[in-house]
Structure formats: C-alpha cells, structure tokens
C-alpha cells in the first residue's frame, strides 16, 4: 500500500479542555515521509514539531508533546481519527498549546477528513509489523498493555474503576474501517470527584457538561455540587442519584470502554508508522501508551528497516527456475533462491545457506563463514531483479555494478542461516542507471548493508 495524505486542506475550532482558549488548527497535505508534525503559528519563527513518542512529556489528562517551549497537548483526539483513515503525511498548524477538545470526541476530525478526501502519494507504507509478544506494564496503577503479532491492526481494552457507576467495561475495534462508526463519537469522561483537584492543578478550564460525559459517583452536598457549577462555569444542577450527569446522552452502553481504545489508537500514532498487531489494553492510559509507542521507536531507532516477514510455506513471487530466466548467474554464482515479496521501489529475496557452498572450502574449513563480498554479490543480486521489473522482456537485459558505496558487515553468516535481502531504490530509475540499498537479514538481525549503483543494458 502507498503512503496517502489528505486531498485538500480543513481546519477545526474550539476551546481548549485544559487552557480554556479559543483555538483553530489548519490540517495540511503534506509530503511523503512527513509523518504528523503540528505547527505552532503563535510562537515566534512558527516552530515545528514531530508528532513521535521520544517527544512526549506529559501524560496526565490527555498526551503532551513539548521539545523546550515549545509545546502542544491533548493530541491524541485528532490523530487517532489521522491513524484510523490511513493518512500518513499530514501538517497541524494551531494557535495555541494544546487542541481544541470539540465535543470530547474524534468524532469533527473524521467528518472533516472524510469531506476533503485522501491523496494516494508514490512511496510505500512502512509498516511495523509486531513478530513477538510485547508486554508493557504499569506496576503503580495495575495497567498492562500486550500485543501480539497479527496481520492486520485491532485492538481490545478492557475498563476498571472502583465506582458503582463505572465498573467494569469492554471494547473492541476488529476493522480499522469501522473506527468512524463504532468508535470515533465516543467522548472523554471524568468524574464528578475528580473535578476538583483537576481545577486546582491548572487542568480542565475548558471542561463543561458539553464535551465530557461526567460521572456522579461518590455522594456530595449540593453546596459542594454548587460550588464545582460555579467554578466550571456550568449550570447548577440538583442531583438525586448516582449516574451520568452530562447534558447529551450516552452514545453507546460502553462509551468510556470506546474512548479509551480511541484514546489508545491516538496515542500508538506516535509511533510513526501504521502497526500490524493485536492489541490488548488491560486499564490503558496515556502513560502506559506512549511507554509503548517509546519502546518501539526506541528499536525503530536502532534499526531503521524492520526484517521482512518470511513464512517458508507460503508460494514464492518467482522461484529458482523464474530467476534463472532474468539472470544470467549461474552455478556456483547465483546467490538468491527465491523472491518473497516485491512493490514499485523494494524486492525481498531469500538465499538458504548450506554446508555445501563451494565457497566454505577455503572460507574457512575450520570455521565456515560466508565471504562478506558474497553477501554484497546476493543483494546486488536481487537488485538486478528488482531493475529488471522496469522493462518489457526483462531476459534481453543484464545489469552492471558501477559504483558500491557505505558497506557494513554488522555479523558473520555461517551455513544453516536463512538470508533474507531487502533492496529497495534509493533514487528513481534514471537513463538505465538505478542507486539502491540493501540489506541482509538472519531472523531480525542485519548481518549487512549496502549502497550501490547499476546499470541496466541490453544484451547483443
């Protein structure tokens, strides 16, 4: 799938749930590999800031991402609607330090980019995909947060609070495409007994019975009911029972089950990538989410390509005798079995390495090791290939090393290692001539890496 950002430009208004500030924020079609970044057009020299989880630092009532002054919060709204529609390049100019809450929901923000539409760009979505079990728990609040690997993105959240009126709940999200109408007008919610330490910590001074379900849980007077209207700025209400006091009613039975999964989809966009895996949240919040979406970006960092998803059984995209037919490699010289996967820009291939290589004879008898330049050989290799997709009868051609450039050898390929190659074009295709990087892969590690130019030429 291609990268995709928004076909036309909205912007939203409203006041800020924690400032109290009028606010407007301008979404913006963006280039590909531009990722979420929020613009903040009342600061001087109108700063930029990326929208990823090592920028995090505040989680309390919504998320906060800040890099010196500058500062934007309650975020996770607005990308989860960003995350959910597929838009993976887009720029937020606002005028203020958080986002507008609207009416506690994702909800105008789906509306909105429904109504101007998505642009589908050049280059492919760089997913990562979750191969293994990750488990990230909060020993302080008895919050955990696991995700397995899956092939597509879903999550579960299960709820728990000690409140006759909000106990235990439960939701789940099975299709991203559902996201608008099951989950996206699910607001934020509060309790009544909670108001007023939040008032006293700054927090909340755009909160009202409009753009929060507010939970009446623990009995109090209605002096100090009274006096909580008045300093809200709310109307004084007279209140008998424990129940949901906010002035619309409840969207669906579970509805602060729902905001939580929407608050856990916005808060996994700061990862910076689309996800490929289960999620489940067992009593989420912000903080456990964005330790989470650290956690990965701290391995993305690390390792900027994720190794390719390889499953043996399933049928290759060309097989041994298909590669035969483009490359003119042959015995003990062709170096790549089969080809896996392959888009506009990237091919994956994969060469099984057996005690029986020729080149272990002598490299070494005492110690196998597979000849580093052969490594660099196999992904050139699959390059070829991958430059042979560009042209009608690819078997008239043969393509050329020209230049190799920045090559590593991070680990050492013994026989019974399974090779698995990712090249990809760094530059298009121009005049015959292709710029590519590859790398190799043993399971998750990269054993090497390379930059290397080729030329593709007619054969005579």
């Known amino acids: 799938m291609k990268q995709q950002t928004l076909n036309g430009q909205f912007s939203v208004k409203g006041k800020g749930l924690h400032t109290g500030l009028e606010i407007e924020a301008e979404f913006l079609p963006a280039p590909e590999n531009h990722g979420y970044k929020f613009q903040r057009v009342d600061l001087p020299g109108e700063p930029v800031i990326d929208a990823l989880a090592e920028n995090v630092t505040d989680t309390s009532r919504g998320t906060t991402i800040a890099r010196g002054d500058l500062r934007v919060s309650t975020i996770e709204h607005a990308l989860a609607a960003l995350y959910a529609a597929g838009v993976d390049n887009v720029l937020i100019k606002l005028n203020a330090p958080e986002m507008p809450i609207l009416d506690g929901s994702a909800r105008e923000y789906c509306e909105k980019i429904e109504a101007v539409g998505l642009l589908e760009q050049t280059v492919d979505k760089n997913y990562y995909v979750v191969k293994h079990k990750i488990e990230v728990r909060d020993a302080e609040t008895g919050a ?41 007008s699910s607001r934020t919610f509060v309790f009544v007994r909670e108001i007023e330490p939040l008032l006293n910590a700054n927090l909340i001074k755009g909160g009202d019975l409009d753009n929060a379900i507010v939970i009446y849980d623990r009995e109090m007077t209605q002096e100090q009911l009274d006096h909580i209207s008045d300093t809200m700025g709310c109307e004084r209400k007279k209140i008998a029972d424990f129940g949901y006091i906010n002035n619309r009613p409840l969207e669906f039975e579970n509805e602060p089950a729902r905001h939580k999964l929407l608050d856990v989809m916005g808060d996994i966009a700061l990862i910076g990538r689309p996800l490929k895996g289960r999620i489940i949240a067992c009593r989420p919040g912000h903080k456990i989410n964005t330790t989470f979406a650290k956690q990965v970006r701290k391995e993305i960092q690390r390792q900027e390509l994720q190794a390719p998803v390889y499953n043996p059984g399933l049928e290759p995209l060309m097989d041994i005798n298909e590669i035969r037919n483009h490359l003119p490699h042959r015995y003990p010289f062709l170096l790549v079995d089969k080809i896996i996967d392959r888009g506009d820009s990237f091919i994956v291939g994969v060469k099984n390495v057996t005690g029986n290589e020729p080149f272990f004879m002598g490299h070494f008898p005492q110690e196998p090791v597979m000849p580093g330049v052969l490594l660099v050989e196999a992904m050139a290799q699959t390059g070829g290939l991958l430059v042979l997709g560009t042209v009608d009868e690819p078997e008239k051609y043969s393509t050329y090393f020209m230049k190799i450039d920045n090559v590593k050898f991070r680990q050492k390929v013994v026989p019974g290692d399974t090779l698995i190659f990712h090249v990809s074009f760094m530059t298009p295709l121009r005049r015959g001539c292709a710029m590519m990087k590859g790398v190799a892969f043993v399971a998750d590690k990269v054993v090497c890496e390379c930059e290397f130019m080729a030329q593709i030429i007619k054969n005579k």
Do not use: C, G, W
């Open 144 to 184: 955990h947060l696991t995700v397995l690997p899956d092939n597509d993105f879903s999550i579960d959240v299960m709820i728990s609070y000690d409140s006759p009126v909000l106990a235990n709940q439960f939701a789940r999200l099975e299709n991203m495409a559902d996201f608008r109408k099951d989950i996206a």
